[in-house]
């Protein structure tokens, strides 16, 4: 289907059944992997062309997961050698968690709920760039008409693809829209090769227990 026609589909969505929202609550922990070089983890990526990135390249995206293993999963999903890769115990030490917490109520729209409200299925929603023939197409679209909508939501929940917990916010990603005011709070950041996950496991551990490979 043609990306108008698709943008289209979600405005009526919007215009018929209004901005399916969750909100968020202050304080709510939320965290980030990243390379150990930066130190700041509040960062809105404006040339972003990733799941939910401005299609407009004019608003910025954040990135945060809503569990610390959801964000260690989709950060390690393969090596930087690319899909399939194994994932170096160097790559590993490169990294560290931040974890950050909501400085106020976060209201945010559910992508799956939207999605469906516009006809289309989760697979929509969750689907890898390279799966398909539109990539983040639709994604895409959908984050820049909710973005821009006059009730101004602070952001987008959407589920994990790759470490989904049925029914809970910990198998759930948060992508946050620039503009908003001060939406988080970084807390502390630990190095991943020495940590210990909230399932008391090691990164390690989660990706072999996963069927990542490590090397």
């Known amino acids: 289907m043609p990306a108008e026609d698709l943008r289209q589909r979600i405005e009526t969505a919007i215009a018929n059944h209004g901005l399916p929202t969750r909100r968020i ?26 799941r939910y990135g401005d299609p407009q390249l004019a608003i910025g995206v954040c990135y945060v997961a809503l569990s610390d293993i959801v964000a260690v ?19 590993i030490a490169m990294l560290a968690l931040h974890e950050l917490k909501a400085t106020r109520e976060l209201v945010v729209v559910d992508a799956g709920a939207l999605a469906r409200n516009a006809g289309s299925p989760l697979q929509a929603i969750v689907a890898s760039k390279g799966q398909g023939s539109v990539g983040y197409l639709y994604t895409q679209l959908l984050s820049g008409v909710v973005m821009r909508h006059a009730a101004q ?8 693809q790759v470490y989904p917990i049925t029914a809970s916010l910990a198998g759930c990603n948060l992508v946050l829209f ?9 807390l502390r950041c630990r190095a991943l090769d020495d940590l210990l996950l909230s399932t008391d496991e090691t990164v390690g551990e989660v990706l072999l227990r996963t069927q990542v490979a490590v090397q």
């Open 178 to 186: 620039e503009g908003r005011g001060d939406q988080l709070t970084a």
């Open 25 to 50: 609550v202050r304080a709510t922990r939320v965290y980030r992997v990243q390379h150990c070089g930066f130190k700041n983890p509040i960062y809105y990526n404006r040339n972003s062309d990733s």
């Open 153 to 160: 939501v602070d952001g987008i929940l959407y589920p994990s």
């Open 73 to 91: 999963a989709e950060t390690l999903q393969h090596g930087r050698a690319g899909s399939a890769s194994p994932v170096l115990r160097s790559e």
